[in-house]
């Protein structure tokens, strides 16, 4: 299993609707996340700079790269996209963070 962690952009003044929408996150959008090997998926919000740190593990067989393609996924980004930055797409803009200490 590998650990990925990344950084997004949530607009100011739109965390409530953001927690609000994940509160009520689609069945079919979280069982596509299972079935592309991803599990113990979380999002942090720092409340100084309204970023969104994520983390999530998957499995070493990952089908993370289908996402994009599933309409799901694609309504789901359409359906966020008013709250955070993102691209032509509507994916969220996404910084893939290094991991510099780990303490097992």
Partial sequence: MERVAFRMQLKPGMLAEYRQRHD???????????????????????????SLFATLVRAPDHGMAALPDLPV?????????????????????VVNLERVFHLA
């Fill in 73 to 93: 996924m694609q309504r789901w980004w359409a359906a966020m996209a008013p709250l955070m930055d993102v691209n032509a797409d509507l994916s969220p803009r």
């Fill in 24 to 50: 009520a996150i689609w069945p079919d959008l979280v069982a596509a996340l299972r079935a592309t090997g991803i599990s113990d998926y979380s999002i942090f919000h720092d409340p100084e700079t309204d």
